[in-house]
């Protein structure tokens, strides 16, 4: 197979994990013969910074030509003065937009090796495989107006009913596809989006019926989820509450650095990143976790390429260097072994091409 790649390695760690992912990328391609091609550009402060504008039209050119995207990260204290057109998270809310990827799919799966780096009991912790359905371009990061005022600043959360019916589509067909639960969340308590929200689930689930259907409000969730996590098997939800949920199902896994995400559009174009920042407080120093992103890689292959067998490897790949107890700074604790970005990244390339070390040993030593 050939398919064309955009990478965005973007700010902060997002370069350091990107190069990660596209060394297991190529080691996959290599081992089963596949040839991707892949193509640079800009996106966030790096793209302030050449080109004056956060998601330059070279870099969506490119993306256009593409069959799918990998993306770093974007932001950091340097732009975070910057007037609101000029913040590199613009450039990321404009490429979703851009591209319509309006599904965003954050599986958070507990490996059996990173249970300990869990502050939750393992018995809580044990056995979490969930996924989280986040409508990633509408609601308050998109809603107009937003201004400031002369005694403050707007914000404004706006669904169209169609919005709302093709997450929820979506989800529904993910959760027939896995464990047959949905949970739905929202604050219908006090939003009017989240009144439409729950009227738009309640009228889809009639098409659904072997899909178990809860509605929760998303102040709850926030606690089931860390004190019952394997309740849940498909979690859907609007776009800022789906933004929070997953940093803080990231505490079941043990880090932050461990998790995917996809966001897709319903044909087989995607853009595929880490669920975290930039971290610049690590950036440049070799010790960022490159596994949310090499994992994102591993869903680009089945979302985007349809290669199953290969995204399965990358993630065998990577439960097999934790369980060999190889970790990076984030995952650090007593009686395991540190390694760096690029370290832990020849783990895993080992893993999937055993010739790969012999040759970097060989280079080692010449
Ligand atoms: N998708 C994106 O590009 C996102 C960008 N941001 C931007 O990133 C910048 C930093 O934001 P924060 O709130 O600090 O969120 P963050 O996700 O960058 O970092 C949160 C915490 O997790 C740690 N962390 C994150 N990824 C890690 C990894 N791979 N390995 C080890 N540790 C990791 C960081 O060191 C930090 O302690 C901001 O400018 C923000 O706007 C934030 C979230 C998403
Ligand atoms: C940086 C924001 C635009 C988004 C974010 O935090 C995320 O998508 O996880
Ligand atoms: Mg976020």
Request: proline share 5%.
């Amino acid at each position: 197979m050939e398919k064309k790649i955009t990478v965005l390695p973007g700010d902060g760690i997002g370069p350091e994990v990107v190069a990660s992912a596209v060394r297991v990328l190529q080691v996959i391609g290599k081992r089963f013969n596949h040839t991707f091609h892949l193509g640079y550009a800009t996106i966030g402060g790096a793209a302030i910074d050449q080109h004056n504008n956060p998601l330059p039209d070279e870099t969506i050119e490119m993306c256009e030509n593409s069959d799918a995207i990998l993306l770093g990260a974007v932001g950091g204290p340097k732009w975070d003065h910057n007037p609101p057109e000029l913040r590199p998270e613009k450039g990321l809310l404009r490429i979703r937009k851009h591209f319509d990827l309006f599904a965003n799919l954050r599986p958070v799966k507990a490996f059996p090796s990173l249970l300990d780096a869990s502050p939750l009991k393992r018995e809580v912790a044990e056995n979490v495989d969930l996924m989280i359905v986040r409508e990633l371009t509408g609601g308050v990061y998109f809603g107009e107006p937003r201004m400031r005022t002369e005694n403050g600043a707007i914000d404004t959360t706006v669904y169209s009913t169609a919005e709302v019916e093709r997450i929820v589509e979506n989800a529904f067909e993910l959760a027939r596809l896995r464990g047959g639960k949905l949970c739905s969340v929202d604050k219908a308590n006090v939003l009017e989006t989240s009144r439409l929200w729950r009227e738009v689930v309640e009228a889809k689930k009639k098409d659904y019926p072997d899909v178990q259907v809860e509605h929760n409000l998303v102040d709850s969730v926030a606690m089931k989820l860390i004190t019952n996590p394997c309740h849940y098997d498909v979690v859907v939800t609007e776009n800022m509450f789906g933004d929070i949920l997953s940093d803080e199902a990231s505490v079941i896994t043990g880090s932050l650095g461990v998790l995917p995400s996809a966001s897709i559009r319903g044909d087989n174009f995607g853009l595929y990143e880490p669920v975290h920042g930039s971290a610049p407080e690590i950036a440049g120093q070799g010790v960022a976790n490159p596994a949310a992103t090499i994992l994102s890689v591993a869903m680009m292959l089945q979302y985007s390429f349809g290669l199953k067998e290969e995204a399965a490897e990358i993630e065998r790949a990577v439960s097999a260097v934790f369980d060999d107890g190889y970790f990076t700074a984030d995952l650090a604790r007593d009686g395991v072994r540190i390694l760096s970005t690029n370290e832990w990244t020849d783990k895993v390339m080992n893993e999937i091409d055993t010739s790969f070390v012999s040759e970097s040993i060989m280079t080692t030593y010449i």
